[in-house]
DNA sequence: CAGCGATCGTCAGCGTCTTGTCAGCTCATC
DNA sequence: GATGAGCTGACAAGACGCTGACGATCGCTG
């Protein structure tokens, strides 16, 4: 899961960063409204959590352009104060909830987790790619109908592959996925992980397009 | 089970909160429609009990707007005149049931208990999971036919996972409809839980899913 | 009120699983 | 056959979950 926390304050951006990372969140922090604009518009993002007291581009200006260009991420308010004219201005500019600071990261953590929840409970539970069957309420995955242990990275790597249906991957791309940074580093680790997954499944499980990426076999040939 | 009591009223809204966290659930209590709305929205309840005279927006509101943004969870709705207009005009809003003031707090809780196993597809008072088999009614548990002495936290753990047959449920979730906020550091106490449960029914009863949390052996394999 | 048992959160230590990294290898491609 | 992208086995650090122990709390009983 990707999170992209604006946040001017320094100090809040960070706890906020720590405890989110610490929940299992891939985080990336803005501390302007067009840096947050930007970022929002160009990555790929499954929450904001979006404070209104910005530099350079009001919060709720940013929420705006957001909705009016169509990015469609569960947004979470922050503001200082607490007062229902701007609860009900966030809301009616498209935001998903609201916060009044001072918060408690674990019910902003909550929060966030329930509107995961919802934005995602709406999608098939279980999705299928050629041999492999992956569901991901049990978390669980078959190949060839013989059920295969996957690890968290393991699985969401395969959930990735299964969503891009004949399209090959690179493993760029897969990483900043899996981990939300380009590293060029991590290319190796990403081959580690393929090739476990051939061993736990099938060697031909995963094609290789070499100069373009991965792709499951089967999908969309 | 998480319970919405939305009751402007707050001594009548202790009584029920009380009762209610006495029959085992963790209860919210909204005191206007505005906030009720607000909390229906954004977390995730197993029933809500609502009382139609509110302050800011009515009761009836709340209801449309809920059903209208594809809130699922069941609703009982209350109400001081015990006539047919309001009872009607409630069923067709999207309550699933409606109790006239003044009423037993008794069997407001029955009824409860009776939309929680109609929304969950159960007809009967026990709920069945592989092995396992709960009665609501009497608090009591056999795992493979042995009758298995639980405690209250025991038998709502594992009563959530029933409820979400097949589905890997993190820690962090199990700890929100437990003990209703969302404490990153009671993660190893529902581990302790876990174990204690583990120890007294079957080492497999309850899987892990690393990474993803836990669910209940053979259910719906 | 003291004593007892049950419950349950917390802590610390342990074992296992996961995963990034490295070094060397294979093989497609030109 | 030279080159480099991708593969693979080994390894170690760290994450994760498990477990036994302990103590605080609560309700019950004498």
Redesign the pocket.
Known sequence: MRALIVEDETDVAADIAQAMQEA?FVVDVASDGEDAWFRGNTEDYDVAILDLGLPRIDGLTVLRRWRSEQRSFPIIILSARNDWTERVAGIEAGADDYLGKPFEIGELIARVRGLIRRAAGHTSASIAAGKLLLDTNRMSATYAGRPV?L????FRLLHYLAHQTGRAVS?GELAEHL?GAADP??A??I??????L?RKLD?DAIE?R??FGYLLAGSGE
């Open positions: 299992g242990r690890s968290q990275l393991e493993a981990y580093g991590d190796n680790a081959e580690a992980l393929v090739m476990r051939r060697a290789t070499r100069g």
